[in-house]
């Protein structure tokens, strides 16, 4: 069966590669020309380990080809996966223009059976207005079917996430339908669920929505932490070793950004009260999540007082390590507030620096992107670590110190090791512990 991927972000790109690697014939396409030209040649337009070699491996075996001809490329597919964005409006909702214009563009190409599935994150019922756009735009009379295929891939892992499931849940209405996602996904048997349609949708906002409320409880937790003498690592250890609660997704810090959590909890909120149900718990974790920034300023200030004209080295710029990737990064908000205190910033990601001078160009003496962490030391009033990438918690803490005028730390993702860094004579300030 031919395998047409509609759109390719990054859901898109991993799951035209995926599918390519378990030996399906697919094409790749997006309205974005010079990103299909790109990636056509090997060239990734996103960091993300493993990719590249994934895609050019799959080029070169002649499974996998990326086109602009939406047209073509769906008239010759039987199966369609839509992997286009579903970007945030401003009253939280998700923005389905998108996935409405390829369901009109599948329409006008319907010259066959084919089944469309739903792989962007989508509102619950999505699937019945899919469907109802192509019964209204189809020139013929030939049959189709949708479904919805989440994807719960984890930027930084994509590639094994994908290769790899935990789980694989395909939402049907139809035996057919059926009968072809349980085929494509046929050596993940045992880890497969079919659900109806407004499940499989659901359980995808549902997971995120529960992950990111997971992180805003334990950063409560750290904020109650930090007025006594409890630490929040080993509450958060002592609470996972609960087989029920499970010790993952319990790291206290400045917040969850990306992609996803951000916009899939305000969605669900928002769908719900469409729906007449009462969604303050969900709201209520967004709002802990949007005071996290807030509450690091405030120890940035607690070490410096003054923050303006403060020289600060600014470690993690990406919204979690091994991305270059800063869509609702912590950090964005964190750099906004510093500047607006007058601070001067040597900014620092092995990744994600190019995607921030799109947001925050270099200005002389106020905002400077530096090669590395030592040279962002350089001078600094104090350090603050934004993202937990490897290469920070191996640094040479002995010279960061001897670059720095002050050896104050402000840690947002708790690094280091309270006990070592206080050792070499650093003033320490972390999260939800001393
Ligand atoms: C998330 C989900 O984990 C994926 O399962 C899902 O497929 C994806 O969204 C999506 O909907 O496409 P992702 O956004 O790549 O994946 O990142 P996560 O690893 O989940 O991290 C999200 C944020 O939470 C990051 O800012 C991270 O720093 C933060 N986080 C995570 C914490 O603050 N504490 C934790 O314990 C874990």
New binding site residues.
Partial sequence: MNIAVIGTG??GLVTAAGLAEFGHKVVGTDKDFEKISKVSQGIVPIYEPGLDELIMSNLKKGNLVFSTDLDKTIAEADIIFVCVGTPQRDDGSADMSQIEEVSRQIARNLNRYKLVVEKS?VPVKTSFWIKRTISLHKKTDQEFDVASN?????????VS?FLNPDRIIVGVETQRARDILCGIYAKFRERLLVTNIDTAELI?HA??SF??M??SY??LISNICEKTDANVEQVAEGMGLDPRIGG??????????????PK?IKALARIGEELGVDMSLLKEADRINAERVRIFVDKIKQALWILKDKQIAVLGLA??PE?D?IR???SIRVIRSLLQEGARLRLCDPQASDNMKQLYPEEPDRLRYCASPYDAAEKANAMVIL??WDDFAKLDLKRIKEAMANPIIVDG?NVFSPEAVKKLGFEYYSIGRK
């Fill in positions: 990054y859901v994150t989440p994807e719960f891939l984890r930027e930084g892992s994509a996430d995808k997971s995120n992950l990111a997971k992180i334990i950063n993952r997704f319990l790291k206290a810090g400045i917040g969850y950004g990306g992609s996803c959590f899939d919204f979690k991305t990737d609702e990064a912590p993202t937990e993702r």
